[in-house]
């Protein structure tokens, strides 16, 4: 595998009318979840991707499992609970930028995994190993596995990619969830922070003071989300670089953007680009996102990828 990425998906439920969710009365159903958006993100790039999960045994668990084999996204190791349901959430577009989020995920199947359940072999094949934030405030034994995936990742020489992906209604209370997100950062060769988590973690700085204050943990490539405004590049072997963003004219929904930022990161890293350019694709890749409705919807396939980053796709291809 070229990436490895662990954590929950769950079945997303979107109105088909703007306004406050009290008013919906009929609504799509999609998929959504920050690691397989990103193992999709990149298996629609041309790169091996493998997605580990724990689903209900249940109409949602089979819909949701039979999407993400689809995108050509490994599943192999996704296993199923009898006992416990897979995970469901809802977004609100109350008015134009203004996305609310609503999870029902408290003892979902995918809260349940835990270190026994992982297999060596589903991780120690990888290049890099993708995890998040999210995925340690689900359950204290989602925390163990965790350990034991990176375990397997450092034995092997795999790469650890870490997403703060800062999710507070999940955590016991916010310093349980400012001392873990430091501790896996810390554990990981790149993280992938936005500014808001940066200042959760830190209290108020400069941009450029976050990425130093990350490289304190001990990590060796910290690339710090700035939104429209691009991201900030630093490592051993890179300056601290800012890299522009693309411009969207109409944002239609930011939920997933982060994801696919990483993906298009890791597919640059994958192609042997050098990390300023593997951060102007993951730049692409987030912008492209916000056009379309859904979490995994508008994530490209390579040449509308290149079309993009060559100046704008055609309005009109006929």
């Known amino acids: 595998m070229d990436v490895v990425t662990i954590g929950e998906t769950m079945a997303l439920f979107t109105p088909n009318e703007e306004g406050m969710l009290r008013h919906a009365h009929s609504f799509s159903m999609k998929f959504g979840g920050a690691e397989s958006n990103v193992a999709i993100g990149l298996s629609r790039l041309g790169h091996r991707s493998r997605w580990i999960s724990r689903l209900g045994e249940d109409e949602f668990g089979d819909a949701m499992q039979s999407f993400i084999r689809g995108e050509g996204v490994d599943v192999s190791y996704v296993t199923r609970d009898q006992t416990a349901p897979t995970g469901v959430f809802f977004k609100e577009f109350r008015r134009l930028n203004d996305t609310r989020v609503y999870y029902y995920r408290k003892d979902s199947a995918a809260s349940k995994m835990s270190a026994e359940w992982l297999q060596d072999d589903s991780v120690s094949d990888a290049e890099y190993l993708h995890i ?68 959760f973690l830190f209290g108020a700085c400069s941009p450029e003071e976050y990425v130093e204050k990350f490289h304190a943990l001990g990590i060796e490539t910290v690339i710090m989300k700035l939104g429209k405004e691009g991201a900030l590049v630093s490592s051993q072997s890179v300056p601290l670089t800012k890299i522009p963003g693309f411009p969207v004219e109409r944002l239609v929904d930011p939920v997933g953007a982060g994801d696919a930022f990483a993906a298009g990161v890791l597919s640059g890293l994958l192609d042997g680009l050098p990390l300023d350019e593997a951060v102007l694709r993951g730049n692409a890749m987030g912008a492209m996102v916000t056009m379309v409705n859904g979490d995994a919807e508008g994530l490209p396939n390579r040449s509308d990828l290149a079309s993009f980053m060559n100046g704008g796709l055609d309005d009109v291809t006929r």
């Open 132 to 199: 998040t934030g999210i995925t340690p405030g689900l359950s204290v034994s989602c925390r163990e596995m965790l350990e034991k995936a990176i375990s397997i990742a450092k034995g092997n020489g795999t790469k650890i990619v870490f997403d703060p992906n800062l999710r507070l209604k999940i955590w016991k209370d916010e310093e349980e969830a400012r001392y873990f997100l430091k501790k896996y950062a810390s554990e990981s060769d790149i993280v992938l922070p936005g500014i808001s988590e940066a200042e």
